[in-house]
C-alpha cells in the first residue's frame, strides 16, 4: 500500500503574531517520526502564512485555509490559487465544512476550486462530511459520495489530493466519530474509488480523519487500515499536536 501517513493542522480563524510564534517554536522543537513515515502540513490564517513559512521546520510544510476558484481580480476578500504558489505555499484546505455550512460553498463549487487550485501546482487538503441529521438517517455516504463526486467530475489526477472525511458533528464538539465508524466511512469511500475513478486511485489516495482528534483518541484511530492520518483543529494550537503526529508510529508497526 505504501500510503504515508499525512497529519495537517487546521489553525482555523485563531492567533496572533506572539501566539503563532509560541506554536512555531514548539512544533520547532518537537522531536516527531522522520519524513519518511509521516507528511506534516500546518495552516495558519492568511495573514500569518509568511511568518510560519519563514519560521517552521523544514520538514514541515504551510497550508492556506482556502483560495479563490479563478484567477484573481475584482473579488474583494480573496486570496488567488496564483498568490499562494507565488509565496510558495504548496498546499490548501477547500471545502472545509464550516466554508460549505457559514458562506453557502456548494459541492460544485468546492469541485471547480479544487481543480483550480490544482490547475495551478498546489496541492489540495479536499474536506468532505455529514451532518448530524444526514448521519442520524442513514444518508451519510449519500452525502459524503456526492461531495466526492463533485470534485471527481473535475479532477481526473488525484495524485496531489489528499482527501480529509470530517463528520461535522464531530468537529469542535468533542464528539468523536468511534475508530470504527471512521473505518467504515474510511473504506466506504475507498471503495468509491475503486469504482469511480481506479483501483490504483483507491489503494494510493490518502483519506485522513478529522473531528475532535486528540492525543488521547488518535492512536487507536491511526490503527485503522483506512484512516491514512488526520486533519486536526483546535489540538493542533496546541503541545499535544506533537502527540499526534507521533501517532503515525502505529502505522509503521502495523
Not at 487550485?117 to 489540495?124: C, D, F, I, R, Y
Not at 473504506?187 to 469504482?195: D, I, K, P, T, Y
Given at each position: 500500500m505504501g500510503r504515508k501517513f499525512f497529519v495537517g493542522g487546521n489553525w482555523k480563524c485563531n492567533g496572533t503574531g506572539e501566539e503563532v510564534k509560541k506554536i512555531v517554536s514548539t512544533l520547532n522543537a518537537g522531536e516527531v517520526p522522520s519524513g519518511d513515515v509521516v507528511e506534516v502540513v500546518v495552516s495558519p490564517p492568511f495573514v500569518f502564512l509568511p511568518l510560519v513559512k519563514s519560521t517552521l521546520r523544514p520538514d514541515f510544510h504551510v497550508a492556506a485555509q482556502n483560495c479563490w476558484v479563478k484567477k484573481g481580480g475584482a473579488f474583494t476578500g480573496e486570496i488567488s490559487a496564483e498568490m499562494l504558489v507565488n509565496l510558495g505555499i504548496p498546499w490548501v484546505i477547500i471545502g472545509h465544512s464550516e466554508r460549505r455550512l457559514l458562506l453557502n460553498e456548494s459541492n460544485e463549487f468546492v469541485g471547480e476550486k479544487v481543480a483550480y487550485?490544482?490547475?495551478?501546482?498546489?496541492?489540495?487538503i479536499a474536506c468532505v462530511g455529514e451532518t448530524l441529521e444526514q448521519r442520524e438517517s442513514g444518508s451519510t455516504m449519500e452525502v459524503v459520495a456526492a461531495q466526492t463526486k463533485a470534485i471527481a467530475d473535475k479532477v481526473s489526477n488525484w495524485a496531489n489530493v489528499v482527501l480529509a472525511y470530517e463528520p461535522v458533528w464531530a468537529i469542535g464538539t468533542g464528539k468523536v466519530a468511534t475508530p470504527a465508524q471512521a473505518q467504515e466511512v474510511h473504506?466506504?469511500?475507498?471503495?468509491?474509488?475503486?469504482?469511480n475513478a481506479s483501483p490504483e486511485v483507491a489503494a494510493t489516495i490518502r483519506i485522513i480523519y478529522g473531528g475532535s482528534v486528540s492525543g488521547a483518541n488518535c492512536k487507536e484511530l491511526a490503527a485503522k487500515p483506512d484512516v491514512d492520518g488526520f486533519l486536526v483543529g483546535g489540538a493542533s494550537l496546541k503541545p499535544e499536536f506533537i502527540d499526534i503526529i507521533k501517532s503515525a508510529e502505529v502505522k509503521k508497526n502495523c
Open positions: 487550485a490544482l490547475s495551478k501546482g498546489l496541492k489540495v473504506s466506504e469511500l475507498r471503495n468509491w474509488f475503486q469504482a
